[in-house]
């Protein structure tokens, strides 16, 4: 789309003689909204704060729109506050000695605005974000998700051309962290920003990006947009970070049904794939992945000819909004979500069948 | 007849040149530094009267300690290049003659230092300014009058058993008294004391505390200083015993330090502190009995004419003694 | 041109700054007392080349030490006086803690705050009171309570005895223990004690079982702690034990240095031994703490339930009235009482009073104002040279990644290993020789900053680690400099727990005694070292006002610290 916001290259984050990044590279373009996704210890947020300066990287070199914030070879290493970017912390970091107006006033008055332009900038923004009669509260008498959006408030009010997220949502219940997404959704589309996004929340990482960074042990697993994260993993590890992901282990051989690939359970089922992360030889163990959205559930025989499997309804968990069953098949116990229309009692025997493009080798 | 006139008339009718001098370079001064072992608050007393003199020396820094400490501090000082003090006064004389040996002492050849009979004096270098009448102390609410003992001696007897009080083996007054009473009494004479098993004091000041409390019924290491302000400025129960057999003589040197960063304040001083005034304000002070002839003894204090002086006869032998004091003491007492 | 920049940066410049003072604080004196203590003059005296080059080397101090002044004798009176007023500090300490913050005991809001009073009074005062009240003849106690005594037909108290010692040490002391038990205590986890009871056990086995276990790291600290600072106390030991010729480390050190001949090399030697013995009790303290982190504390903040103790409130609240009654009432009206007097006497009745004792103090005694002045500029200025330099400790160790970290924190807790005594013989002997230092109240500075410099940081440093990082960066990350940080978000977020650390300093700067008597002279003499010269004069009630004096100042002080803007004060 344009400029290059941000490009990190070879970058190593070490401590205490642990390299929690290890040599990473990806870019991000003007106005896209990337997620640093993975587990605990994966180095997201070391990530995250060696591009604001909060660390300071043992090698690599960091560009922000074009200008060189840090490279170890040539020794530049620009402090945090010159970097111009914005950053939401996951405790929100809302000093507790100043007002809600004077925490977002804050960067302001620190890049010497006006008076008049500051209390312009932050009744808007309080007003964008729902906070305008909490202006002259300390800020410790709110509530977590309203400290959460003076967090956010803090964040905006100068208008960063990026801004940094560090799993700003984690502190929140579950109710109000669906919520949240929804309004940060939002202020994505509304205001012009480009931001990078940590958490080890799959969901979360889905709604709100454009391209889901996957990390695991300070390394890149896989990149992609949510769609091809989530339909088409590259490994176990990006597998398995899919919510309800199922996962059959089998060898491939010769593909009965071409253009498919066929994989072999070892109870000799047979598994039509319609794609692969990587070329496959008949031979090779591979697993393959279905989620759990895609297998459909029937009484009776369905009238395909691949992808059917005979089993038993192992357990029914519902969900309000949806059903989750487990079903014990002749490729393993599958993980079958479907809407609450019909229901199948537990002990009941079914048949599972999903059309090989939802089946995925890794 | 001239001179009489001058020497009687007081320092502010006829002045010499030479003194105006020292004058002039003490108002230049402006300071006095006095190391002492005079108690604090006679010594604060003391200073002021000399301030009134000279009114324009500051004269509030002193430093005051026992005799030994404060003679240990000015030689680490000393020895470190330090100078501080200008005038010190303590009660013990082997360290006066061992720093005019070693050349620490300034030599003022004051008219002063000839007032003073020859056993006081070391012309130039130091002299007498306070002379310590050693004796028994005891509270008269502890003894009624039949019980004061009369003899050194007779504190020997068993039933002084916990009873006595006396200073330990760094005090210089009691290795005098050691020293003098052993020659009158014999050998045994404090060995017998050291079965009464004593109380250690460190101080004049403990020493009367203990008195006051009752702790000891009899100090034997006292001064009459002492009693002169407890019995007379205080009006506390305590009173001396001058014994019988007599009284050992402590005399308490002062001199002007070598390096004394205030010379002629401290020349200022030591002859006003040595002269017939000061040594007369001394007395009505503190209470200790001048050396001089021609000032009287402290209020209802006896006159040395009245009792006997038990003197340190041969000084060299006697320094030697007092470094192997605190052994001897030690295994006196314990 | 960059590189070099970089190394300007604020941060490592004033880790530079701090890190060299601290070492010429601490590690300097301590050099020189080891090589003191290997040499046979006073190393001021000799040539400090050939002293470098190892011509000087003896052991022959040591030697002295073991056959002639009887070191062993000493060292076990310190232990015994040390051990002595641990045990009952902790036994005072923790069951007091336990009373006033678990049961329902009343008044537990104003007990608390009087179990603190005792940490404020200068320890010889203490001394000196308690010695009105107990010497074994005309001491007030025995005086009252002599009917009974002879009813019972036992002797009279005497305070100057190492039971004498051991009990005035103890009452001091158990205001820490006091701290670091409640302190654990209060922000025990609820659910921890309720489980226990949820199985079945009743109050008291809770209690042992899993009460006290669990506080037990912050007991273990506690005690430690006192054990330290009894070994290294000079003041109380020294009031009460010199007198009967009982003699511990810490004063016989003194007495080497400023009896006749000085013997410095001796006191060197001495004060070497003293603190490679402190040295090993604080690594135990390391060890044994290390193991045992129990995460009894929550963030939640809950107040355990207060045990309901019935017919039990009253004795309670009796024995904790006892305590205070002995620790603060007793002693402050003997004191008054003293300084009331002209001369002390054998019975109260034959008491004489007059005021004239305070009427000398303010107008005649000359050593008042000016003790009053250089104590008051110590403990002021002391106390914000003390805090700056131990805030910035803190906050490099807290704060910012630099190399050498772990180095500054072993330096800067180093002194709290160093008997305060052995310190001010070290420092003496580092600072004899520079000019203008010697004698003025810039060494008594340098001496009580280094020697409180941990108290200081362990004070600070928990407030800092309170405080959330990020908060500090997310103001850089708006853009604010390092300096603005610490001026709008920093300090205002630190400010109750500098005002507590400052408050803290300025409370040990003004007690201090064992390093100010070897360092004063006449120009800077402080007031708790003209209490302790009035004390070996016998001066009692001159020394009594002084001492309400000095109460009343560092009261008045206190208040206006806290008044800007302090809360209680956090010691652990």
């Known amino acids: 789309m344009g400029e290059c916001a941000l490009s990190v290259k070879d970058l190593i984050i070490e401590y205490d003689g642990v390299r929690a990044v290890d040599r990473i590279g990806f870019d991000v373009e003007t106005g896209e909204h990337i997620t640093l996704l993975g587990p605990s210890g994966c180095g997201k947020t070391s990530t995250l704060r060696g591009v604001a300066g909060l660390e300071t990287p043992t090698e690599g070199t960091i560009t922000l729109f074009g200008k060189t914030v840090f490279c170890k070879k040539k020794g530049i290493n620009i402090p945090t506050e010159k970097r111009e970017l914005s950053i939401v912390f996951q405790s929100y970091a809302i000093w507790p000695h100043l007002t809600v107006f004077e925490n977002v006033a804050y960067p302001l008055k620190v890049k010497n605005y006006s008076r008049k332009e500051i209390k312009e900038r932050v009744r808007t923004i309080l007003e964008l974000l729902g906070l305008q009669d909490f202006a002259e509260r300390s800020a410790t008498q709110l509530s977590g998700g309203q400290q959460q959006r003076v967090a956010l408030a803090r964040a905006l009010v ?148 691949v992808n059917v499997w005979q089993g038993r309804v192992k357990m029914r968990i519902f969900v309000g909004d949806y059903v989750d069953y487990v079903i014990e098949s002749g490729v393993g116990d599958l993980q079958v979500r479907t809407l609450p229309d019909v229901l199948h009692d537990e002990g009941q025997g079914i048949f599972i069948f999903t059309d090989p493009k939802y089946c995925h080798l890794i | 007849m001239f001179l009489v006139a001058i020497l009687t008339s007081g320092w502010h009718t006829l002045v010499s040149a030479a003194e105006q001098a020292v004058i002039d370079g003490a108002k230049k001064e402006g300071k006095f530094v006095w190391y002492t072992s005079m108690p604090t608050e006679p010594a604060v007393a003391y200073l002021k009267a000399f301030k009134e003199k000279y009114p324009f020396l500051d004269v509030s820094e002193f430093f005051r300690s026992t005799s030994m400490n404060v003679w240990s501090r000015f030689e680490t000082e000393y020895k470190a290049g330090k100078a501080i003090a200008d005038v010190m006064h303590i009660a013990a004389l082997p360290p006066y003659i061992k720093m005019v040996d070693d050349g620490w002492l300034m030599k003022f050849d004051s008219p002063v230092y000839k007032e003073y009979p020859k056993e006081y004096v070391n012309p130039g270098y130091y002299a007498a300014f306070r002379s310590f009448a050693m004796i028994g102390g005891y509270n008269k609410e502890v003894l009624s009058p039949n019980q004061v003992p009369k003899t050194w001696k007779e504190l020997a007897d068993p039933k002084w058993k916990g009873k006595l009080g006396v200073e330990p083996g760094s005090s210089g007054a009691q290795a005098v008294i050691y020293h003098t009473l052993k020659e009158v009494l014999g050998g045994q004479y404090w060995e017998q004391i050291g079965r009464n098993k004593p109380k250690v004091y460190t101080g004049t000041g403990a020493t009367t505390v203990a008195l006051q409390r009752g702790e000891i019924d009899l100090a034997m290491c006292y001064y009459g200083y002492a009693v002169y302000e407890e019995r007379e400025l205080k009006k506390s129960p305590i009173m001396g015993i001058w014994f019988e057999e007599g009284t050992p003589r402590v005399d308490a040197p002062m001199g002007i330090l070598k390096n004394a960063p205030h010379p002629n304040s401290a020349k200022l001083f030591l002859e006003w502190a040595l002269s017939k005034e000061g040594q007369t304000k001394m007395v009505e002070i503190v209470g200790s009995y001048s050396a001089r002839p021609d000032v009287p003894p402290a209020k209802n204090n006896p006159p040395p004419t009245k009792f006997k002086s038990l003197v340190v006869k041969d000084i060299k032998t006697f320094t030697v003694f007092l470094n192997q004091f605190p052994d001897i003491w030690k295994g006196i007492i314990e | 041109m960059l590189r070099l920049a970089n190394l300007f940066r604020p941060k490592i410049v004033v880790l530079a700054l701090v890190v060299g003072i601290v070492i010429t604080l601490v590690a300097a004196p301590t050099f020189m007392l080891i090589l003191g203590a290997f040499t046979s003059e006073p190393i001021f005296e000799t040539d400090f080349i050939k002293l470098l080059k190892g011509e000087k080397f003896t052991l022959a101090n040591f030697e002295r030490l ?407 960066e997310c103001a850089q990350v708006t853009g604010a400099s390092w300096f603005r940080t610490l001026r709008t978000i920093t300090f205002p977020l630190l400010k109750p727990g500098i005002i507590a650390g400052w408050s803290l300093l300025f409370i040990m700067f003004s007690r201090e005694l064992s390093s100010s008597v070897l360092l004063c002279s006449s120009r800077s003499t402080v007031m708790s070292v003209e209490l302790y010269n009035l004390y070996w004069q016998g001066f009692y009630p001159v020394l009594a006002v002084l001492a309400i004096v000095q109460s009343i100042i560092t009261f008045g002080i206190l208040a206006v610290a806290h008044k800007l803007g302090g809360t209680s004060i956090a010691i652990t």
């Open chain 1, 158 to 305: 100068y208008e960063p051309k990026i801004i940094l997220f560090d799993e700003p949502l984690s502190n929140l219940d579950a109710k109000l962290r669906a919520k949240m997404r929804i309004e940060l959704k939002t202020l994505q589309r509304n205001l012009q920003f480009t931001s990078i996004y940590v958490t080890h929340d799959q969901e979360e990482a889905l709604v709100l990006s454009d391209r889901i960074i996957l990390m695991n042990n300070g390394r890149i697993e896989q990149e992609g947009s949510p769609n091809e994260i989530y339909t088409k993993p590259r490994t176990q590890f990006a597998a398995r970070f899919i919510p309800s992901a199922n996962l059959i282990k089998g060898v491939i051989v010769e593909s009965s049904c071409k253009p498919y690939y066929e994989l072999m359970t070892q109870e000799d089922v047979s598994v039509m794939c319609g794609t692969t992360a990587e070329p496959v030889q008949p031979g090779q163990e591979r697993m393959v992945y279905i989620s759990a959205s895609y297998p459909r559930l029937s009484s009776s025989a369905p009238p395909k000819d």
């Open chain 3, 66 to 472: 073991w056959i002639k002044f009887d070191a062993l004798p000493l060292f076990f009176n310190s232990l015994y006086i040390s051990l002595g007023s641990t045990i009952f500090s902790l036994v005072v300490g923790a069951s007091l803690a336990w009373i006033i913050t678990r049961t329902d005991v009343p008044g537990s809001r104003t007990l608390r705050a009087s179990m603190l009073i005792p940490f404020y009074c200068t320890p010889i005062v203490g001394a000196i009171s308690w010695s009105m009240l107990a010497s074994p003849k005309a001491g007030l106690l025995n005086v009252f309570l002599s009917p009974i005594f002879s009813f019972f037909n036992i002797g009279p108290f005497n305070i100057y005895t190492p039971a004498g010692i051991i009990w005035v040490m103890g009452i001091y002391y158990a205001p820490i223990v006091f701290l670091f038990c409640a302190g654990a205590l209060q922000s025990m986890d609820p659910a921890l004690e309720e489980s226990s009871r949820a199985s079945g056990a009743n109050h008291f086995m809770t209690t042992m079982k899993i009460t006290f276990p669990l506080i037990s790291p912050a007991i273990l600290g506690g005690t430690l702690l006192v054990f330290i600072l009894s070994m290294a106390a000079f003041g109380i030991p020294a009031v009460l034990g010199i007198p009967e010729s009982f003699y511990v480390v810490t004063t016989r050190i003194l007495t080497l240095i400023t009896g006749y001949p000085p013997e410095h090399s001796l006191a060197a030697s001495l004060g070497l031994l003293l603190f490679i013995f402190s040295a090993a009790g604080v690594y135990l303290q390391k060890k044994i703490l290390g193991k045992r982190q129990f995460v009894t504390v929550t963030g939640k903040g809950f107040r355990p339930r207060k045990i309901k103790m019935g017919k039990w409130r009253i004795p309670l609240l009796l024995v904790c009235v006892l305590y205070v009654f002995l620790s603060a009432i007793l002693p402050t009206a003997a004191l008054l009482w003293t300084s009331l007097l002209k001369y002390l006497v054998i019975h109260p009745s034959r008491a004489q009073y007059t005021i004239s004792n305070y009427l000398y103090i303010w107008f005649s005694y000359p050593n008042t104002a000016l003790a009053v002045k250089n104590s008051l500029f110590i403990g002021v200025i002391g106390a914000s040279l003390g805090i700056f330099l131990n805030g910035g400790i803190s906050w490099i160790l807290h704060r910012t990644r630099l190399p050498g970290r772990s180095l500054l924190e072993y330096l800067s807790m180093f002194p709290i290993t160093m008997p305060a005594i052995v310190f001010a013989v070290a420092l003496l002997w580092t600072w004899i020789k520079v000019p203008y230092l010697y004698g003025t109240i810039w060494l008594l500075l340098i001496a009580y900053i280094t020697v409180f410099m941990p108290f200081g940081i362990r004070s600070i440093s928990a407030t800092i680690v309170q405080i959330d990082k990020t908060l500090e």
